[in-house]
């Protein structure tokens, strides 16, 4: 920690010594920059390490007792959190900015995660299907093809199972997962792995 400070102080000694070249900064701005350095928050030995190479503090009789009365007199700027501490008004204002914003990500984040996955999208479509068309099987070819043509020939084949009066036997891999591969035609079929894509329509097998 004191590494970091004092490397802090000579950064701050050679802002000034820049600063020498075009324009000195004010002593308020010193102490505001010292604790911008420094976080937002720090104590005073701190603030008056940095603080005092930014400005021209010798006209002053006692220089931190000069910082000492920019902290206390500055309240739209400066806050005392504890003895010895200070800190900028804006610091609690980031940290409020940055509390909400973390909020704001936990309930996008929420939302995400209740969203359907494409799966459970699917198998809600077969069952709405089955449960719509039960007395009307032959009205299904729509939503067979539908299913073809954004590659999921697994609810297409447990339509035609469906429809065939046959139980349904989805071939999955042990996380419960379709595994993809692709079609003849280059589409995409969710196909268990080591398991063969078998295009319905031609019966064609694909290694």
């Known amino acids: ?33 010292a604790l911008n350095l420094l976080g937002g928050k720090a104590n005073l030995d701190d603030i008056y390490r940095l ?17 000492r009365c920019y902290l206390q007199k500055e309240t739209d700027v400066f806050r ?12 609690q204002e980031e940290i409020a900015k940055r509390d909400q914003r973390i909020k704001e990500l936990e309930a996008d984040n929420a939302r995400l995660r209740a969203v ?4 459970a999208f699917v198998k809600r479509i077969v069952r709405e299907t089955k449960q719509l068309y039960k007395h009307e099987k032959e009205k299904i070819e729509v939503v067979r093809q539908i299913f073809y043509k954004v590659g999921r020939n697994d ?3 447990e339509l035609d199972a ?3 009066g046959r139980e349904y036997k989805p ?16 589409k995409v ?13 031609d019966k064609q097998e694909i290694a």
């Open 171 to 186: 071939t999955i891999n042990v996380s419960g997962d379709y595994v993809i591969t692709k079609h003849i035609d280059n």
């Open 162 to 164: 469906w429809i065939e």
């Open 80 to 91: 005392s959190t504890k003895r010895s501490w200070w800190e900028l008004v804006s610091y």
């Open 51 to 67: 603080a005092y190479p930014l400005a021209d503090f010798t006209g002053s009789k006692d220089w931190k007792a000069t910082i």
């Open 1 to 33: 920690m004191v590494k970091g400070i004092n490397n802090l102080v000579v950064m701050a000694k050679n802002c000034n010594f820049a600063a020498k070249k075009t324009k000195m900064k004010t002593q308020k701005e010193a102490i505001i920059e």
């Open 116 to 119: 359907k996955t494409e799966d």
């Open 155 to 157: 609810a297409e084949e």
């Open 189 to 201: 079929n969710g196909v268990a792995p080591g398991a063969t894509g078998i295009n319905v329509n």
